[in-house]
């Protein structure tokens, strides 16, 4: 047996969800650098922390693609076919959509999200706000393809993907998520999209070591769950937060690290820490108008019309699936 099937062997895992994310934890704190994926981030504490960061004045992402979508939402809903069905990967709260929706004559809205009971309550609250809409929610992982409700077979496909969710993937990993995108859509899709910009280090830098240390007890979410879900002992007070800018790479990374030499124990497995090592949990990429229009146009998409803020924080695009 190896190292990962014995611990999994010795743990009691109640389900499938577990015991991946046991798998995927050792696996990431055996590797040179040690890592952590960044979905393990969002249990309900961790969405809590992520909400709350984005109210914070530091995180410029959510506000200014609001500002987009409040100020350009009437021009963004123009150029969307009549009768369309919008389809939003990764649904989360309903008021970027909602944006959207006050504008334009769309029939039906498919939220896709792995929480289905989020899912119901958001999509009980929009039949009642919207009572010409049809809702078909799908419970599924985003990321992997997933088959749309026959209900909307025959309607025009626009994709919804806000928030700069892409630049949480690696650019291969953007790559294929805009293609498998443009595969379950199908020919003639379109697709709004939020990115964030490359700007300012300074303001890139705030935004993720805000003062008031939310990012930190967001980063540092991912350990409390492995304690509580994996039976792990990481002490909490041991490890520091740290967001640094990758200029070379054009992304934050968010880390970490140990304060001291220590050993952590998880599901039978000790991992050892040097004074000053990492476990890197996060990127976020941050785009120029040209790289993403290369990107767009490599997966599949032609970016037919941008919409930024008038300081060029963040931006909105409108993509068509190229022939
Ligand atoms: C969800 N995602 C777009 C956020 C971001 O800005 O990359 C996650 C986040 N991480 C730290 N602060 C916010």
Known sequence: MNVHATALAHAHLPDEQTSAFARDAIDDLSQHPKRLSPKYFYDAAGSELFEAITRLPEYYPTRTELSILRDRGGEIAAILPKGAALV????????????????CAVAAYVPVDISGDFLKAQADA???DFPALSVHPVTADFTTPFALPPAIASLPKVGFF??????????????AFLRSARD??????????GVDLEKDERVLHDAYN????????????VLVRINRE???NFDLSAFTHRAIYNR??????MHLISKRQQAVRMLGTSFSFRPGESIHTENSYKYSLERFTTLARSSGWTVRESWTDKDQMFSVHALVASD
């Open 88 to 103: 939003e990967f990764g649904a989360g709260a309903t008021t970027k959509i909602r944006l959207l929706l006050q504008h």
């Open 126 to 128: 929009l039949r009642r």
């Open 162 to 175: 806000p928030g700069s969710t892409l630049g949480n993937f690696e650019p291969h990993e953007a790559c």
């Open 184 to 193: 379950i859509l199908g020919h003639g899709a379109q697709m709004i999209i």
């Open 210 to 221: 805000d003062a008031a240390g939310v990012t930190a007890r967001f980063n540092l979410n």
């Open 230 to 232: 994996l039976g792990g």
């Open 248 to 253: 070379e790479r054009h992304r934050i990374e």
